[in-house]
């Protein structure tokens, strides 16, 4: 048994809040009824607060995925699964925490 394939109605936010959209490039599979999210996709993080001791403003903007499925693609590209490790990255990509993500669809499992 795999796990869940990620989809666009899932909501992916940073550990300090920043709420994540994704620009994805599949417009052809669906899981659970909204479009599965691909390992190539941009998400893009805003509204993180996340401020470094000193003083300086350090948000989290871009999430890269790690551990996307091995088995199944959307036109060649692995979909992401709920064990896929969501990394949020500031301005120096620079990891500060992973990704959450909540509210996935729990019909269609992959590998």
């Known amino acids: ?6 989809d666009a109605g899932c909501t992916i936010q940073c550990p300090h809040g920043g709420r ?10 669906k899981a659970g ?4 999210l691909l ?10 607060p996340f401020t470094m001791p000193s003083g ?14 091995t088995r199944d693609m959307v036109s060649q590209t692995p979909v992401l699964l709920t064990t896929s ?3 949020c990255m500031n301005a120096l990509n620079a990891p500060q ?3 959450i993500v ?3 669809q729990t019909k269609v499992s992959g590998q």
Not at 20 to 29: C, I, L, Y
Not at 61 to 66: D, G, K, V
């Open 1 to 6: 048994m795999g796990a869940q394939i990620l």
């Open 56 to 69: 300086t403003p350090q948000p989290c903007l871009t999430i890269q995925w790690q551990a996307p499925a």
């Open 39 to 48: 390992a190539s996709d941009t998400f893009i993080v805003s509204g993180c």
């Open 85 to 87: 490790v969501g990394l």
């Open 20 to 29: 994540a959209s994704a620009v994805s490039a599949n417009q052809r599979v």
């Open 102 to 104: 909540t509210g996935n």
């Open 33 to 36: 009824g909204t479009f599965a």
């Open 97 to 99: 925490g992973k990704a």
